[in-house]
């Protein structure tokens, strides 16, 4: 049975009175309240003559409680996000009424926000007049899914629609002398209703054929008897009983003596022996010149009875299985039975146990212990399931390298070496970590290097010149020689000393006159030396107090300035909030920055970088200005808790997910170099120097799109746009140095 509330029937005139003169009382107490979306209830007003409750809570799959049906009329509307309804993470919701699709009413406009901290406690009235028909509406959450449903309107004519459509059903085409259709015969369904109107037609074929939407007279071609069975809803949520009509279709006159030809085709996951793994699909095919085929059969097992063939067979049971099949056609004639034959095993057990990794370290000790001159590190991997596929280490928290061969360190000082396995299920373990140090002795002593850069290949700045990182006489890399990473004066400056060096490795033999080249194009081309930039890119915060002043935080939370140049989001103002930079907006760029997740205890800080987010106080639609950068922009995720949200760092939040396994949780206090390179519509996300994301926004927006005649209403997000941080909550305490940026 349908529950209704008693608000969403027709009221007599006694009762109305009562509720205007309740609803009176009530506001001269002060105990309602209205949304400033919609029109404001006036305490001077008649009662609405319904009231509509939508609730959410924790839940972003579904509503707690939403209306399906009311009638014509004026409406109270009521929406609450707020702690009574059980929202325990201050995630905010917004219902929305569509306006956009013909095929609903679009009369009324309603977009109420509401959140357990807003001025409403998250409960929000507005008064709206509904019109019958229906009307479609939505709730939007950052970062996931709208939920959708449907609310039907039925005329107020004085008293509830309660009378189901009435239907009827019509069988045409040619019969012979015994009645029955020849070749086919077209059903057409009809339907009438005099209060709310139909809202939908169904029909279904045979007695336990599932429902169909009706939308066009039905076809049956089959030859034998049919039945088809229909029914009718209206909009106040009436539905007529099922009625049916029978019938029976011949096949025409033809001289068609040859059956159908049949074949069939097994496919599945294998093992080595050709044997199915937990399932095994047969599909039948079938095909006649003459009349038509009319029939597929199948049957499993030398005695399975035959069944209708209308979709692909998934045999689940394990052991060695015979599947029958024929057909027969339009004329009568039935193909003679094939079989096909196949062995079905339980699948093995997926492994989900990752690989374990040992490092030993090895070298000549003094007496404190440390290591003299070098250490050698030797990591070992085990996986006893699906074996181990690669291992990686990273040395004192750079990028994770491929492991091939024991590991040299020579250079003098404390050392980390991190260290991963995974295996070919995809396993990969969490990073162990080993610490050990290195001195000097009177032997050979570290390499006196101007930079640490143990890339695989030389990289200026930004630009890969594609030639080998090698070790050179003095033992250190190319890399480290060009000091790319140096505030050098000038661009020319910077040429002039790569040319030296270049010079000296090409007469040692390091590298050919093919690699200086390159080399030396990837120097002219990454503009370090640039008046006003690094490495060809423009600082948007330097730490410098002017700096700083650039910026603007919108919403809740804050950001300061530190001492040593770095911004910090704060422990003790609490709220979702941004800070921005209005200095300007970027098109195709890539922005560079460092971040350090500084969040108390163990937990893991939260937070992201915004980018191409139109002017935060330049949207009336959009109340809180924190949010426009979240609705009409996109952001790119700063998150390493291993539970939790589901974005974690890399992922371009609420369209393309990374999982720990994209980067890996790296140590709180430990910076990590970002760069988010946005080109047209493809973004990738590269961190500490590895791409662990690539996303082509194809796939349209997430929420409501702006207003007509911003950039990207075309569904792909805007073209432009501002570059902002994000505060999460006073507990996410993350700080940012370095940001810089460079137009592509």
């Known amino acids: 049975m349908r529950h209704r509330s008693i608000f969403s029937r027709r009221r007599s005139r006694p009762v109305r009175l009562w509720l205007a003169l309740l609803g009176a ?118 970062g996931h899914e709208a939920m959708q449903g449907i609310l039907t309107v039925a005329e107020d004519g004085g008293g509830e629609d309660t009378s189901a459509p009435i239907t009827s059903a019509k069988v045409d085409g040619d019969r012979n002398a015994d009645g029955a259709y020849i070749g086919q015969a077209t059903v057409t369904v009809s339907a009438t209703d005099d209060g709310s109107g139909v809202d939908t037609v169904e029909y279904a074929t045979g007695p336990d054929g599932a429902w169909q939407p009706y939308t066009a007279a039905v076809v049956v071609n089959e030859v034998g008897a049919h039945t088809v069975r229909y029914r009718a809803t209206d909009k106040a949520g009436n539905t007529a009983a099922e009625k049916s009509v029978e019938f029976a279709v011949a096949a025409p006159p033809t001289d068609d003596t040859a059956p159908p030809e049949t074949s069939a085709t097994v496919s599945g996951e294998k093992d080595d022996q050709g044997r199915y793994l937990g399932m095994a699909t047969v599909t039948v095919t079938a095909s006649d010149t003459g009349s038509g085929v009319n029939t597929i059969e199948y049957a499993t097992g030398a005695d399975g009875a035959w069944q209708p063939y209308t979709a692909p067979v998934m045999v689940h049971e394990t052991g060695t299985i015979t599947v029958r099949y024929r057909a027969t056609d ?30 030993k370290v090895e070298g000549d000790k003094n007496s404190d212990n440390a290591y003299i001159t070098s250490a050698r590190v030797t990591v070992t991997a085990t996986d006893t399931e699906s074996g181990v596929d690669r291992v990686e280490y990273s040395l004192d928290g750079g990028p994770y390298l491929a492991y091939t061969a024991t590991v040299i360190v020579d250079r003098v000082g404390h050392h980390t070496l991190d260290h991963r396995a995974t295996d070919r299920a995809g ?21 006196n290097c101007p930079e640490f850069d143990e890339r695989l290949t030389v990289v200026v700045g930004t630009v890969d010149s594609g030639v080998p990182n090698r070790v050179t006489g003095n033992r250190c890399t190319v890399n480290e020689l060009i000091e790319d990473e140096k505030d050098w004066s000038s661009h020319a400056l910077f040429l002039k000393h790569v040319d030296g060096v270049l010079d000296r490795l090409l007469a040692a033999g390091v590298i050919d006159a093919r690699e200086r080249r390159a080399i030396n194009r990837a120097a002219k081309e990454s503009g370090i030396g640039t008046p006003g930039r690094v490495d060809g890119y423009t600082k948007l915060f330097d730490g410098t107090p002017a700096s700083f ?85 996109h952001e790119v995720q700063i998150l390493d808790r291993p539970d939790g949200d589901i974005y974690k760092t890399g992922s371009v939040y609420g369209f393309d997910r990374v999982g720990l396994a994209g980067a890996g949780v790296t140590p709180k ?76």
């Not at 939260?606 to 191409?612: H, L, M, Q």
């Not at 946005?678 to 973004?683: E, G, L």
């Not at 662990?692 to 927006?701: A, K, L, S, V, Y």
């Open 330 to 359: 339009r004329a009568g004639n039935t193909a003679a039975e094939k079989s096909v034959e196949f062995t079905v095993v339980e699948p093995p057990t997926r492994d989900r146990t990752p690989p374990r990794t040992t490092a």
């Open 427 to 447: 396993n990969t373990s969490e990073a162990e970590r080993v610490s050990f140090t290195i001195a000097r002795s009177g032997g050979v002593p570290a390499p």
């Open 549 to 633: 002043a650039k910026w603007q935080q919108v919403g809740g939370g804050a950001f300061g300035l530190n001492a040593d140049g770095t911004l910090t989001s704060s422990s003790t103002v609490d709220g979702m909030g941004m800070l921005w930079f209005p200095g300007r907006q970027y098109g195709d760029f890539s922005l560079k920055l460092q971040w350090r997740d500084d969040a108390p205890g163990t937990g893991n800080a939260n937070s992201g970088v915004f980018v191409r987010f139109p002017d935060v106080h330049d949207n009336p639609e959009e109340p809180r200005p924190e949010w426009v950068a979240i609705t009409y922009g």
């Open 669 to 744: 206090g430990t910076w990590n170099d970002y760069e988010i390179r946005v080109v047209d519509q493809h973004y990738s996300v590269h961190r500490n120097g590895v791409l662990i994301n690539e996303f082509d926004n194809d796939r349209g927006q997430l929420f409501e799109p702006p207003r007509a005649g911003d950039p990207g209403t075309d569904g792909r997000r805007y073209a432009s746009g501002y570059i902002g941080l994000q505060v999460h909550s006073a507990s996410d305490v993350i700080s940012y140095r370095d940001i810089r940026i460079k137009e592509l």
């Open 25 to 142: 009382f009530l506001m001269v107490l002060g105990l309602t309240s209205t949304a400033a979306y919609g029109r404001t209830a006036d305490a001077s007003a008649d009662a609405a003559e319904q009231v509509l409750t939508w609730t959410a809570g924790d839940p972003i799959d579904r509503y707690l409680s939403a209306p399906r049906t009311a009638v014509a009329g004026r409406t109270t509307i009521v929406f609450e996000n707020s702690e009574a309804t059980g929202n325990t993470t201050g995630m905010p919701h917004t219902l929305t009424f569509s306006v956009s699709d013909p095929e609903f009413n679009d009369d009324v406009t309603l977009n109420i926000l509401a959140n357990p901290g807003d001025d409403q406690g998250g409960r929000h009235t507005v008064e709206v007049t509904l019109s019958p028909g229906r009307y479609f509406y939505h709730c939007t959450m950052p």
